[in-house]
């Protein structure tokens, strides 16, 4: 195996936010009142489980909103990092922020420290759409926020957006992209609302306060984030990632990519040495976990071979360029096209799938049904 595949990425999570988005149902809490000095100490703590054999690829510290931890919290943490990783050797060293918090002070103290990739949460640039999903942004701290990421010499910027939300027209939409593109952005990420139960959205949708658009606009949408970005110079690498040549990031691509990686932090997954774990959730405990027993492994479970195999077409047919069938083949001693045979064919007979040169991978209209194409690869 080379030393590529060998490679680990580490993903850490801050779990704290300044407001609690309407629609939002990640592992987060408002950050007042919660212990959060511990938690970075738990966090410094927990870093000691990296294994000093393995070589760490990427590094991704995501949320939560990692930019709602203050700068002397931010500098304790990014110290511990450089004395347990050599980030010079990393290939990409993220941080997720929300445009609010990116002031000078605190793209000085990312770069300092060699962050040299920033995703922001922007979704939209319409400043009512924006109240109305309980965004605590607007459109001039994202210009700002771009602004001063730049000057500091941090180009490599993924703006999130999203379609599909509450009251947004295709014009919307349009505005919004346009506006990142002429911001010189290297990659956008465009999802899709997904309405969670257990959300303040959830609640105004039922009770009828807001409008979510059909299926049909959100399709449309979809449609629409593809061809402009397209036509704008943006290579569409994953269903919904786009992005300059040569910005793909990194990090995630590894995990399409089924590569193994540290999680860290409450609530986070890993996958290591063959075992998916996810730890505990709720700060509280995580922070008793890791100080009681420097472990907060909430669930582990080692992946079958059957379960490898499914994860391998999943999460890398997500990627536009597909997935090399003979690879498979040899790293798990299968015949993959007897195996699928059943529903490659049938895939490509809805006209979903293509295989060419033992390429497998999705068509322009299997991107708009990769859940379904997905789900007929478990095993
Ligand atoms: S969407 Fe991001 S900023 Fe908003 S509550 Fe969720 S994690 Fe926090």
Redesign the pocket.
Known sequence: MNKKNNGKGIYIHIPF?K???N??D?N?FYIQNQPVDEYIDCLIKELENINPTHNILTLYIG???PSSLNTMQLEKLFQALHKKINIKNLQEFSFEA?PEDLTKEKVTILYKYGVNRVSM?VQTLNDELLKIIG?GHKEEDVICAIRNLKEIGIENINVDLMCALPNQTMEDLYNSMKKIVECDITHISCYSLILEQRTKLYNQVKSKQVILPTNEVEEKMYEAVIKFLISKGYNQYEISNFSRKNYESIHNTNYWKNMEYYGFGAGAHGYIDGKRYSNHGVVKFYNKHIEEKNNAKRTEEKVTINQQIEEEFFLGLRLLDGINLQDIDKKYNINSNKLYKKVIEKNIKLGYLKLENNILKLTYKGLFYGNDVFADFLL
Do not use: A, D, L, V
């Open positions: 936010c407001y609690i988005c629609y939002c990640f987060k949320g939560g909103t929300n949460g965004r």
